[in-house]
Nanobody, 124 residues
Framework: VQLQASGGGLVQAGGSLRLSCAAS????????MGWFRQAPGKEREFVAR????????YYADSVKGRFTISRDNAKNTVYLQMNSLKPEGTAVYYC??????????????????WGQGTQVTVSS
């Protein structure tokens, strides 16, 4: 599975961005997808996850109510709509693919493939 993330950029606090992640190499609808982020000097952390059909989603507490993960299986793409962005949201955002729908979905090891990351910078 190859993943290509895009949509990052510079935005003011309170603004919005939508990230996209295009997948190829395997039937997209069979893969659980997630988003992670890594701020400078910090470990990579879980942000959101969506099941194969798109009906079930999970979020980190820090983004709940502001971020929305969605997917379009016809376009082999997963999205992360980020609203009310905060300066602490500055990070490289990564999409990731879980082929096995693992139980501990916040762990890096639950994902088999990773995109290259897209930089999001939120200015105060």
């Amino acid at each position: 599975v190859q993943l290509q993330a895009s949509g990052g950029g510079l935005v003011q606090a309170g603004g919005s961005l939508r990230l996209s992640c295009a997948a190829s190499g395997r039937t997209f609808s069979t893969i659980v997808m997630g988003w992670f982020r890594q701020a400078p000097g910090k470990e990579r952390e879980f942000v959101a996850r969506i099941n194969r059909s798109g009906a079930i989603t999970y979020y980190a507490d820090s983004v709940k109510g502001r971020f929305t993960i969605s997917r379009d299986n016809a376009k082999n793409t997963v999205y992360l709509q980020m609203n009310s962005l905060k300066p602490e949201g500055t990070a490289v955002y990564y999409c990731a693919a879980d082929q096995a729908d693992r139980y501990v979905y916040t762990a890096l090891g639950a994902y088999d493939y990773w995109g290259q990351g897209t930089q999001v910078t939120v200015s105060s």
